[in-house]
């Protein structure tokens, strides 16, 4: 299983920094965690054809994390013929927005096989190479947001799209469940904050990821030795192996 980093900013790219987008690769299977980065232009230069995509899921509709969407499903239907995935979306207003911009841009409906659907909290996916659930957050009062739990070739993998500023909707899950890599936000709340939580969930390895302000990297590096699990950040284009 490979984890790449194809966007690791908060709400706002910087120079070294696209918005947060997270490609994970089983098998030769492609899928992405949140399309905040240009993911149509960083496939293409890394050479990953679109057809490898299999599967899309998106944590919440704030623009960092859906920015680059629209181009990515528009050249999927009317250029990269062969690409057929599934965009699962937290809510309806979500997929009528994407089917809009299709409609706009192309003059023609989204081609069969790439399906939008809506999806809730529990398992939402599953193929021969991952399962994929998904877990309720409450990262803001006017939007539906959740993070994903995936497991495949025996790993698991946290994705936690983003919280609430008081950490209130760190998942439970996480405390019960081992899992081998936790890619965690660290942009709406404290270090300290943080860490009352990561202290006491079962994950092997930690990653820090759409982090603000970026200093808070070297702030909670400081502090590595307080957890058990081993803690990184995440740079774009960096990759882990599980
Ligand atoms: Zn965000």
Redesign the pocket.
């Known amino acids: 299983m490979k984890i790449e980093f194809f966007g690791t900013s ?2 706002v790219p910087s120079d070294i920094r696209y ?2 987008c997270i490609m994970l690769e089983c098998d030769g299977a492609r899928y992405l965690f ?1 399309v ?1 980065a240009p993911a149509a232009d960083i496939l293409t230069r890394k050479g990953y054809p679109f057809s490898s995509l299999k599967a899309v899921f998106i ?2 509709l ?1 623009g ?2 859906i920015g680059g969407l629209p181009n990515l499903l528009d050249l999927s239907n009317w250029y990269y013929k062969d690409s057929a995935y599934h965009v699962f979306l937290p809510q309806e207003s979500g997929v009528r927005l994407l089917e809009q911009y299709i409609k706009t841009t192309a003059a023609t409906p989204l081609r069969a096989p790439l399906v939008l659907s809506t999806f809730e909290a529990g398992e939402i996916y599953h193929d021969e190479h991952i399962t994929v659930r998904a877990v309720k957050t409450a ?1 803001t009062d006017n939007l539906l947001s959740y993070g994903f739990l995936v497991e495949g070739e025996g790993k698991r993998i946290y994705f936690s ?2 919280m609430r500023h008081d950490l209130s909707d760190f998942p439970a899950c996480l405390y019960d469940t081992e899992v081998d890599l936790l890619i965690t ?1 660290l ?2 709340f404290s270090v300290d904050i943080l860490f009352e939580k990561l202290t006491a969930c079962k994950a092997k390895r930690i990653c820090l990821n ?1 982090v603000y302000p970026v200093s808070k990297i070297d702030e909670a590096l400081a502090r590595k030795n307080e957890l058990t699990a081993e803690l990184l950040a995440a740079h774009d284009n960096d990759m882990i192996l599980l």
């Open positions: 908060h709400g918005c947060n949140d905040g944590t919440h704030h960092d994390h990262h799209g983003d936000e942009a709406h759409h």
